[in-house]
């Protein structure tokens, strides 16, 4: 299996912009989470999925950012507009269902905001 | 609810010294704890895990931790450190079957040659 995959790994935009970052999960996987990490505030979770349903989302920092599992193999973290303050790396993490079963995380997408 | 506390946001250890890395826990419900480890510019990747099975639990590298209920503990620790361990380190917890974890603030471990 390749992993979770990311992408784009890097994103540089402007203020304003919409930003769309992917995520494709571990085949079989049923949970997804969407992390943000940053020098200031660690690791956040802002969003995490249970079979394509948003379960938790009182991470999500603002009405600008959004996320969608519009099937179990995609997922998408949308932040419209961007603002120079959304700068960090997000992850992306999927889990199997079953206690005890670790997150395996994707390679991160590193986002700009100028 | 699931917290986890990780002391010393960064700490330095000279090649071939003890590391110890110290995790706190805080669950109503019986835990499942994890260590993760972040090298530079990657995504976190499991250590190692406990899951109410041996108390001493193996990973990857010659990492070890224990857990000790009593003392609502989960130290990592590694005989003999390495350049290669220089990384950041992450203690988390789970529990009541939403896969959720609660992540430590981490430590920035930094090997002295």
């Known amino acids: 299996d390749a992993g979770v995959i990311q992408s784009p790994r890097h994103e540089v935009t402007e203020m304003g912009q919409e930003v769309t970052l992917r995520c494709k999960p571990i085949?079989?996987?049923?949970?997804l989470f969407w992390y943000r990490q940053t020098m200031m505030r660690g690791l956040e979770l802002l969003i995490y999925f249970n079979n394509n349903v948003p379960i938790d989302d009182s991470g999500m920092p603002e009405d600008r950012f959004s996320a969608k599992m519009p099937n179990a193999s995609f997922s998408t973290l949308k932040i419209q507009p961007s603002e120079p303050r959304d700068s960090a790396v997000y992850f992306c993490?999927?889990?199997?269902?079953?206690?005890?079963?670790?997150?395996?995380f994707g390679p991160g997408t590193r986002l700009t905001v100028l | 609810a699931q917290s986890v506390t990780q002391l010393g946001s960064h700490v330095s250890v000279s090649e071939g010294a003890l590391v110890l890395l110290r995790c706190n826990y805080s669950?109503?419900?019986?835990?499942?704890l994890f260590w993760y480890v972040q090298y530079p510019n990657q995504g976190l990747q499991l250590l190692l895990k406990?899951?109410?099975?041996?108390?001493l639990v193996k990973g990857i590298n010659g990492f070890e931790a224990e857990f000790k209920k009593s003392e609502t503990s989960f130290h990592l620790t590694k005989p003999s450190a390495h350049m290669s361990d220089a990384a950041e380190y992450f203690c988390a917890v789970s529990g009541g079957g939403n896969n959720r974890l609660a992540f430590g603030k981490g430590n920035q471990v930094v090997v002295i040659p």
């Open positions: 406990y899951t109410s099975a041996a108390t």
């Open positions: 669950s109503s419900v019986p835990p499942y």
């Open positions: 085949s079989g996987h049923d949970y």
């Open positions: 993490a999927s889990s199997a269902s079953g206690g005890g079963n670790e997150q395996f």
